[in-house]
T-cell receptor, first 112, second 114 residues
Framework: EAAVTQSPRSKVAVTGGKVTLSCHQT?????MYWYRQDTGHGLRLIHY???????EKGDIPDGYKASRPSQENFSLILELASLSQTAVYFC???????????FGPGTRLTVL | GEQVEQRPPHLSVREGDSAFIICTYTDSATAYFYWYKQEPGAGLQLLMSVFSNVDRKEEQGLTVLLNKKDKRLSLNLTAAHPGDSAVYFC?????????????FGIGTLLSVKP
């Protein structure tokens, strides 16, 4: 089974500060995704990537950047964190053309 | 683009009862459908995936029905037990110029009481 890990598992950040969330997968998957989860909204796609050194905008990319330096690693960057970015963030990976996405355990981000 | 609506947002049942969750989608070309389970403090785990050529799929106490005419997907947990308490999400797969992605429903918080 695919293994997706995220770090940190929780973080408290100050408004205007920079936050980097990291994701690592060990199954050679091509696709990686970043979602945020908010009550009443389910999961919404922020950025995704289907190859190293390339990222694509998802449905809610504003205020976020992504970086895919290698096939295994995918980072989500909040250059200027804002209160509205308080949420739980999930990373996921999948093989190209595969049905299943495998999710990490999530990172709870609180921006004060 | 594709939109997915899920209901109910909260569902409470007694142990041994059935729990029924419905999702509707808007794009008739959608072909892949998923149900995920999220336990407290954890990521999402895939419960079942269904392709559009299937109307009904059963696995381990779960029944998924797909009504393509009404663009409706449902999940039925028969004989629910407290370990089934979790948030359940439906999702559909959409294709774009830069690959594929999932669109999720808002989730259903299921509580199974002994």
């Amino acid at each position: 089974e695919a293994a997706v890990t995220q770090s940190p598992r929780s973080k408290v950040a100050v408004t205007g500060g920079k936050v980097t969330l990291s994701c690592h997968q060990t199954n050679n998957h091509d696709y990686m995704y970043w979602y945020r989860q908010d009550t009443g909204h389910g999961l919404r796609l922020i950025h995704y990537s289907y190859v190293a050194d390339s990222t694509e905008k998802g449905d809610i990319p504003d205020g976020y950047k992504a970086s895919r330096p290698s096939q295994e690693n995918f980072s989500l960057i909040l250059e200027l964190a804002s209160l509205s970015q308080t949420a739980v963030y999930f990373c996921a990976s999948s093989d190209s053309g595969a049905h299943e996405q495998y999710f990490g355990p999530g990172t709870r981000l609180t921006v004060l | 683009g594709e939109q997915v609506e899920q209901r109910p947002p909260h569902l409470s049942v007694r142990e041994g009862d059935s729990a029924f969750i419905i999702c509707t989608y808007t794009d008739s070309a959608t072909a892949y459908f998923y149900w995920y389970k999220q336990e407290p403090g954890a990521g999402l785990q895939l419960l079942m995936s269904v392709f559009s050529n299937v109307d009904r799929k059963e696995e381990q106490g779960l029944t998924v029905l797909l009504n393509k005419k009404d663009k409706r997907l449902s999940l039925n947990l028969t004989a629910a037990h407290p370990g089934d308490s979790a948030v359940y999400f439906c999702a559909v797969r959409v294709y774009g110029s830069s690959g594929n992605k999932l669109i999720f429903g808002i989730g259903t918080l299921l509580s199974v009481k002994p």
